[in-house]
């Protein structure tokens, strides 16, 4: 089916697999991407946020937003589960997830950093052909937009402290470093059928320059940090 052809909506999983085991194939990939992540995410960095954060209020916050980042891997699976893809959690983890948490300051950089990725990856799907996506996306990206922020400002605060400036700078580089592979190869087979079937419509590369712009703009302008070089192209 050419990209001229292609329907601009599907209502749901029997439409989904009305349309072939193509298009159920391409959805249910980025589908089962965020099944993965959210689940990853909560466990690698949200939880043991909770112990390192250094007062109640920040514990707390800490606690919302792995209890939001669960919520998320829940409702990606139902979407999962409706597309008749089973349970999607085993999968291996990106390899951002390997990154080892030690202190309250990269987490909350992590939060303003890597959660932005994520948050570049779902408002692409704010236009996914797949409606039920669609819309999951829409009550689940004020939420993430909400852990990118509070990520933004308790880097701010640390910032103020020049103590703290290596220790921000530090965890500035070693997660962007981790981030770049976030978005898959530029080289993509997986990527040319998810804008074929209007699952997503940028490249990697793209989404990864605009990640990495955002990015640049937040440490460079507002930290008075440096930010590291980001090729967007990226083949492993």
């Known amino acids: 089916m050419t990209a001229a052809a292609f329907p601009g ?5 029997a439409a989904a697999h009305a349309l072939g085991p193509d298009y159920v194939r391409a959805v249910g990939k980025v589908v089962v991407s965020h099944v993965r992540n959210e689940l990853a995410g909560a466990a690698a960095f949200d939880e043991p946020a909770i112990a390192l954060a250094p007062g109640p209020k920040e514990k707390w916050l800490a606690c ?11 409702k ?12 999607a959690s085993h999968d291996r983890a990106l390899s951002v997830f390997d990154y080892q948490l030690t202190s309250w300051a990269e987490f909350v950089v992590l939060k303003a950093l890597v959660d932005l990725a994520e948050v570049v990856l779902m408002e692409e799907l704010l236009a996914t052909s797949y409606l039920p996506l669609r819309h999951l996306v829409v009550r689940l990206l004020p939420e993430e937009h909400f852990h990118v922020s509070f990520g933004k400002a308790h880097t701010r605060e640390l910032v103020t402290d020049p103590a703290a400036l290596p220790l ?3 965890a500035v580089d070693d ?10 190869r530029s080289v993509s ?12 419509q940028r490249t990697n590369d ?31």
């Open 206 to 236: 793209e989404a990864r320059a605009e990640w990495a712009g955002r990015c640049r703009q937040f440490v460079e302008g507002d930290l008075g940090l440096r930010f590291p070089d980001v090729d967007r192209h990226w083949n492993g």
């Open 64 to 74: 919302r937003i792995a209890m939001e980042e669960y919520g998320h891997h829940l």
């Open 9 to 13: 909506e599907v209502r749901d999983a």
């Open 175 to 184: 997660l962007v470093h981790v981030t770049v592979p976030f978005f898959g």
């Open 168 to 170: 921000v700078q530090r």
């Open 189 to 200: 087979v997986n990527n040319d059928a998810f804008r074929r079937w209007g699952v997503k």
């Open 76 to 87: 990606f699976q139902r979407l999962a589960s409706d597309l008749g893809l089973g349970e």
